[in-house]
């Protein structure tokens, strides 16, 4: 079974930028899907981005596009979410999850594994 560990959250001003980090521990953690869903106050938790196993094949969110980047790196367990020109609609609990399945990478019944999550505000 694979764990998440969520870092790097924060508070940041409108147009900064954050690198989230999920570690996952766990020999096959390369094999998996990676995701990362936020959950705004009151709402829905939200697809952000994934990425394939092998790191060729990424999605984003339309609302993200263009300003965050996913990435992982197998032989460190990790997966980033770098994060630019941050808007106060971004804040919201920002979690990282794992899924087994190649199927789609937006729906967030489908990932197997979730971290904790890691809080990111941005103040107007």
């Known amino acids: 079974q694979v764990h998440l560990v969520e870092s790097g959250g924060g508070l940041v001003q409108t147009g900064g930028s954050l690198r989230l980090s999920c570690a996952a521990s766990g020999r096959t953690s390369s094999t998996y899907t990676m995701g990362w869903f936020r959950q705004a106050p009151g709402k829905e938790r939200d697809f952000v981005s994934a990425?394939?196993?092998?790191?060729?094949?990424?999605y984003s969110a339309d609302s993200v596009k263009g300003r965050f980047t996913i990435s992982r790196d197998n032989a460190k367990n990790t997966v980033y979410l770098q994060m630019n020109s941050l808007k106060p609609e971004d804040t919201a609990v920002y979690y990282c999850?794992?899924?087994?399945?190649?199927?789609?990478?937006?729906?967030?019944?489908?990932?197997?594994?979730w971290g904790q999550g890691t809080q990111v505000t941005v103040s107007s």
């Open positions: 990425i394939r196993p092998s790191g060729r094949n990424t």
């Open positions: 999850a794992a899924s087994i399945q190649y199927g789609s990478v937006v729906i967030p019944s489908l990932f197997d594994v």
